[in-house]
């Protein structure tokens, strides 16, 4: 019958041994030199940690076998068989060790996944509110060189056409030889320039309405309950809405008022459990456009309802707090009136005020706003 | 306690290398049936579980793109093929009863008296020639990230 010799397995695995051993030591020190480049990254922790393991591991394993050839080779002695149980322990203990490494790994790399996605949300809502702070403040601006530009127009105007009418009016009666008529001319010719700036001032003016035009508050509404609408439904919330059957039309800012609408149904969603109600209600109070946005969810304490306006105040986990501090400047910003109920246990209730006294039919053209008009409205 | 094992071991050194009757008893690592051998075979098992997972999360992960991203996902196949290896090799050492070993020394020689003792032979072979590119490939996808890593910061 065939017989093998068994010196080549020890050879193999004395061998193999030592490079394993050699292997797993230039694995630890190429993840001791990723931690040292950046020491907070949890992949290189982790790398660092099995490295340091499977060092282990290529020691005990090593030693375990070299010990389990020897006893083949040179017969068994009961201390030699109580340290080859003792590191086939121990090389037990280490498999487990990183398996649960790997295992753990595998955890924190869904939490690491999630912050990730956490990171990138919370970017993208940064860059959202900085877009929209970036059209605030365009805004604004317009808004303040439209009212300057409407100052200037209505205090200089007047006083100009007399100056100008005046001049013209001393320079056809001055004799041609005067030595005053040059002066004269000098005056109608600078009164001139002054209402020509006053006309460029009046073109800042007209731009404003690149910003405003005429819009049905309710058309803007059912736009963005399309928008929410799936959210809505994926809580299982019931959504009442009770427009008014005539549209109500005034000089909003579609876009912005769409960013605060869904603003205010989101919380309302998120505040509000299944089989819950948000009712979006118009109605029509004098001259002005009233929304109300209810919901019947857990509600606000007063001590919460009165700092929902205050920026960075949030209660979320993770928000921004400032979403409600937009929607505020953006109901301002339509020289609107936003206001807040809210009870504990029973919901809350938004309600917008909008003025629509400028408001037109849609379709008919804007006439080009007089000095005087605009300056009356208070544009 | 440290002199205690210097002692145990100096005493048993003398009796490693006395030369034993030509037919020897194997010596097993452990027998099946002990608590240790299902603890050391589940631990391999776990072992393997845990470097599939390793492969998987590795797929899954950003690590695709970093260079030496092959090398380690084969090294973790090799390292759980290796527990594969291991788990029926130890099953065949222990189960293995009574083999005729022949000759002294290093000069010992194993009778090959059927197909159980053959695998037996084989497994021993391939239980440590799978770990040696498992951790060279580790080492060399590691050194490529590594390089990757220190390039971008010099």
Redo the contacts between chains.
């Keep these: 019958?065939?017989?093998?010799?068994?010196?080549?397995?020890?050879l193999?695995?004395s061998l193999?041994?030592i490079?394993?051993l050699f292997?797993?030591f230039?694995?630890f020190q190429?993840?001791r030199?990723?931690m040292n480049?950046?020491p907070e990254n949890a992949?290189w922790l982790f790398?660092n940690w099995l490295?340091t393991l499977?060092m282990i591991f290529?020691c005990s394993?090593g030693v375990s076998?070299f010990v389990?050839e020897?006893?083949?080779?040179?017969?068994?002695?009961?201390?030699?068989?109580h340290l080859?149980?003792a590191i086939?322990?121990l090389?037990?203990?280490l498999?487990?060790g990183?398996?649960?490494i790997?295992?753990f790994?595998?955890r924190v790399?869904r939490l690491y996944?999630r912050m990730e996605e956490d990171h990138h949300h919370l970017e993208k809502t940064s860059h959202e509110i900085l877009a929209l702070n970036r059209e605030m403040e365009a805004l604004v601006m317009e808004r303040t060189m439209s009212e300057m530009a409407l100052g200037i127009a209505h205090g200089i105007r007047n006083p100009l056409h007399i100056i100008g009418g005046f001049s013209h009016r001393l320079l056809k009666k001055t004799d041609k030889s005067d030595p005053t008529r040059a002066w004269l001319a000098a005056i109608a010719e600078e009164a001139k320039r002054i209402e020509q700036m006053v006309e460029r001032f009046e073109t800042l003016a007209q731009r404003k309405s690149s910003f405003f035009s005429q819009e049905d508050l309710n058309q803007i509404i059912r736009t963005t309950l399309e928008l929410i609408t799936p959210e809505i439904r994926l809580k299982k919330l019931n959504l009442v809405t009770d427009l008014t059957s005539t549209p109500l039309v005034g000089r909003l800012n579609p876009h912005l008022l769409k960013v605060a609408f869904a603003h205010l149904l989101r919380n309302a969603i998120e505040a509000t459990r299944a089989k819950g109600t948000i009712t979006v209600r118009t109605t029509m109070d004098g001259q002005f456009a009233v929304l109300t946005i209810k919901d019947t969810g857990k509600g606000m304490p007063p001590d919460v309802v009165e700092r929902v306006f205050v920026p960075f105040f949030t209660t979320k986990l993770g928000g921004t707090g400032l979403g409600m501090v937009f929607v505020r400047q953006i109901v301002d910003e339509h020289r609107g009136i936003i206001t807040l109920e809210s009870k504990v246990g029973r919901g809350t209730t938004v309600t917008i005020r909008l003025p629509l006294r400028f408001a037109e039919a849609p379709g008919v053209s804007e006439p080009q706003p007089t000095p005087a008009a605009a300056s009356n409205h208070g544009i | 306690m440290v002199t205690r094992i210097a002692a145990?071991?100096g005493?048993?050194l003398p009796?490693?290398?006395?030369?034993?009757p030509a037919l020897?008893q194997w010596?097993g690592?452990?027998q099946w049936g002990t608590q240790?051998s299902y603890?050391?075979q589940f631990?391999?098992l776990?072992?393997l579980?845990?470097?599939l997972?390793?492969i998987w999360?590795l797929y899954?992960?950003d690590?695709r793109e970093w260079p030496g991203f092959r090398c380690i996902v084969w090294a973790c196949w090799l390292l759980a093929w290796w527990?594969l290896d291991a788990i029926w090799g130890h099953a065949l050492e222990w189960s293995l009863l009574n083999p005729v070993?022949?000759g002294q020394?290093?000069?010992?020689?194993?009778?090959?008296?059927d197909l159980h003792t053959w695998l037996f032979?084989l497994t021993?072979?391939t239980?440590?020639?799978l770990?040696?590119p498992a951790?060279?490939l580790?080492?060399r996808g590691?050194?490529a990230?590594?390089a990757k890593?220190?390039a971008g910061?010099s």
């Design positions: 019958m065939m017989t093998l010799p068994l010196f080549p397995l020890w193999v695995e193999s041994a490079l394993v292997l797993a230039q694995v190429v993840t030199r990723l480049q950046d992949l790398f490295a499977l290529a394993h076998h389990q020897f006893l083949t080779f040179h017969g068994a002695t009961p201390f030699l068989t080859r149980r086939g322990g090389d037990s203990v498999y487990v990183l398996a649960s790997i295992l790994f595998h790399q996944r | 145990a071991v005493a048993a009796l490693v290398f006395t030369n034993t020897a010596e690592w452990f240790g603890v050391h631990a391999h776990l072992f579980g845990a470097m997972v390793f999360e899954k992960g690590l527990n070993i022949m020394g290093f000069s010992r020689r194993l009778l090959m008296e032979y021993k072979i239980h440590f020639v770990l040696v951790f060279y580790l080492y590691l050194r990230m590594a890593i220190e910061r």
